[in-house]
């Protein structure tokens, strides 16, 4: 079995790997990591981003090629980096967002790990193993179990670290709610204030100014101006559009029923251009969503985004709010203006191709 030593003095760490098969493929994945004096230095690893930054050992199917990244999973390094841990390949498994963030399994440890070594002079050692395959769930490049123990050098350890630690990677899921009463009210609520807004041909930014340089508020996919066709509103129609809108209701209850608005708790920001919605306004759209969707958050762009139910401990499929109109050019933090999506439809709209064909599919129709 490969093994790999990494010295970050007076840190040692050795590695040791085996190999497994994916499609047929020989790769290789850590199974047991080895570090003594382990410590907290005054100045972690540097970390590495974009093309610099290695993938997990798991994910490389020769010295030179990598395979692509483990759905809903990032970069988790076994021996942090805030400890000295390397940048390696070696040092890397594919780590569930939910498993390494910060309040996850290995991320509480990790903290738990950094608070005893804060204590100048403290040191101990660290085993780690680690076991795939016991969960059909999770791919085989993936541990599905990670146990870990420490020894302290010269100082008693805490019980919050004495012992094995189990500690078990799943997948992320889909987190639902059980709507109650007053969710069901606020469903029907937004329902019927929807129609009256369609019917009345209510737009936000016909309504309010953003404040500064362009008074004209910026949010996106509405209905054509007159010099695209040459009529005014009055000959549109019926309006489609609105769909394109998923939030924008809560603008119309905001400016036209302002005390079903207070009713539940919505937050009243004051918008503008170039702004990020508030933390408000986010719990808001989440809300609504799950209420629309029977319990289940999901996104408001079904057709392109390829998780339809999102999840909030994944890295892909983690719920984004995004703005319509984009934010750095000049969009508004007007309920009319988000959308709920995937983080990786979200990185994807970065690539002005997909933009543009996802537009293309919200031109408004007139009938």
């Known amino acids: 079995m490969p093994v790999w030593t990494y010295r970050h003095d007076p840190m040692v760490a050795t590695f040791e790997s085996e190999a497994f098969s994916v499609d047929g493929q020989m790769r290789q994945r850590v199974t047991k990591v080895q570090v003594s004096h382990l410590y907290l230095p005054a100045r972690g690893t540097p970390r590495l981003a974009g093309q610099a930054a290695p993938m997990p050992l798991s994910q490389h199917l020769s010295d030179v090629q990598v395979a692509a990244r483990v759905t809903h999973t990032d970069r988790g390094h076994l021996v942090g980096l805030q400890f000295g841990g390397p940048e390696h390949p070696f040092n890397l498994v594919p780590m569930y967002s939910g498993f390494n963030g910060q309040s996850g ?14 204590v100048r002079g403290r040191a101990l050692d660290m ?10 769930d999770v791919p085989a490049q993936v541990p599905s179990v990670i146990a870990v123990s420490v020894s302290a050098r010269g100082a008693a350890l805490p019980a919050s670290l004495q012992g094995l630690r189990i500690l078990l990677h799943t997948p992320p899921s889909v987190e639902t709610k059980v709507l109650d009463e007053r969710d069901h009210e606020l469903g029907e609520l937004l329902e019927t204030r929807e129609s009256e807004m369609v019917a009345a041909g209510w737009f936000v930014e016909d309504h309010i100014a953003s404040p500064g340089r362009n008074s004209t508020l910026s949010v996106g996919l509405r209905q054509p101006s007159r010099a695209d066709f040459g009529v005014g509103r009055d ?7 609105y769909a394109t809108r998923p939030y924008a209701v809560l603008d119309y209850l905001r400016y036209r029923h302002a ?11 004051t918008v503008q251009n170039v702004t ?34 999102l999840m909030p401990a994944s890295t892909d499929a983690k719920a ?3 703005h319509i109109w984009p934010k750095q050019n000049g969009g508004a933090n007007a309920f009319s203006n988000a959308r709920l ?8 709209l970065n690539d002005h191709t997909l933009l543009d064909r996802v537009a293309q599919s919200f031109l408004p129709v007139r009938v």
């Open 127 to 136: 085993f780690i193993t680690l076991t795939y395959g016991s969960s059909t």
């Open 259 to 269: 005390t079903d608005y207070a009713r539940f708790g919505f937050p009243t920001p």
């Open 235 to 241: 000959m549109a129609g019926t309006l489609t559009y």
């Open 320 to 322: 984004v709010v995004d």
């Open 341 to 348: 999506i995937s983080q990786r439809l979200n990185t994807a």
């Open 276 to 309: 990020e919605f508030s933390t408000q306004q986010l719990e808001a759209i989440r809300y609504v969503n799950v209420v629309r969707n029977g319990g289940v958050l999901r996104s408001d762009l079904p057709a392109f985004d390829p998780f339809r139910d």
């Open 105 to 118: 399994a290995w991320g509480s440890f990790e903290r738990t790990l950094r608070e005893f070594l804060a």
